[in-house]
């Protein structure tokens, strides 16, 4: 009896030690639809990745390294992802997203055609890769441009130069041009203006005193369903080890750093 006993002691020790999860790091890089932001009184912008804490366990660290305005080449330019290979190690994750920026050709500061974007993808991934860390693309996430009802595609080659680049590093993609695309066809023009910042009215935000209209950033509620998307896709996908430690139906608030709940 005393030796079953000690069986049963052993044998729920392993599968509690199945169960652990090693704590794990979460590196963002990329541009104002993912990065955080700190003012949240003078504007209601909000990236996906300063929100998707709210779909991971209490077993990953978010450091979100993701800037307004920049590109893959004005990134690499002012020396951020350099500021990330500091700290990036084995086991590390990293989830890269840029094309935004990239696509702007009056801007010589930013604009990176499709094949230099690439390449600058490919160099990202290889110096994650060096140190041991998962690298995993994302497509950019659609504009709300609707013409006519219709929601417009406007970001040319730069979604499969990325899945290019994916395939031919082997390393996991997300697309979140398709996935937000579908999303916001499916809301419409009307429907969908609430996730954006859209339009501010004079005096609504002091960063904003003359007002704005805004159909690429988004809103509280549109950053949390971005990244939920993300979460889902990552389950989905299969896309390992972080869809261990990703909570896509997680109905609670935890938000990051600077956020602004209300």
Not at 76 to 83: A, I, K, T, Y
Not at 133 to 147: G, W
């Amino acid at each position: 009896m005393k030796k079953a006993s000690i069986l049963i002691v052993m044998i729920a020790a392993v599968f509690a030690g199945c169960n652990t999860q090693k704590p794990v790091t979460v590196y963002m890089v990329g541009d104002s639809t993912m990065a955080d932001r700190y003012d949240t009184i003078e504007t209601p912008e909000r990236g996906w990745g300063q929100v998707f804490p709210t779909y991971l366990n209490e077993n990953v660290t978010i450091k979100n390294h993701a800037k307004n305005g920049r590109s893959t080449k004005s990134y690499l330019d002012e020396g951020r992802w350099d500021n990330v290979m500091e700290t990036l190690g084995k086991g590390d994750i990293v989830i890269i997203q840029f094309g935004h920026n990239d696509a702007k050709e009056s801007d010589t500061v930013r604009f990176c055609p499709p094949d230099k974007y690439a390449e600058n993808l490919r160099l990202m991934i290889s110096q994650a890769k060096s140190v041991g860390a998962l690298p995993i693309l994302c497509t950019p996430i659609a504009r709300r441009h609707f013409k006519n009802g219709e929601l417009e595609y406007v970001h040319g080659d730069y979604p499969d130069a990325a899945k290019k680049v994916a395939a031919e590093e082997n390393v996991p993609l997300v697309d979140m041009t398709a996935k937000t695309m579908e999303w916001l066809g499916e809301l419409g023009d009307e429907g969908s203006q609430p996730y954006f910042v859209y339009i501010m009215a004079p005096g609504e935000y002091s960063k904003y005193p003359e007002g704005k209209t805004d159909n690429t950033h988004l809103r509280l509620a549109g950053a949390l369903h971005v990244a939920q998307m993300f979460a889902q896709a990552v389950k989905e996908q299969g896309i390992e080890p972080l869809n261990r430690y990703v909570m896509p139906d997680n109905t609670g608030l935890k938000y990051s750093v600077g956020c602004g709940i209300k």
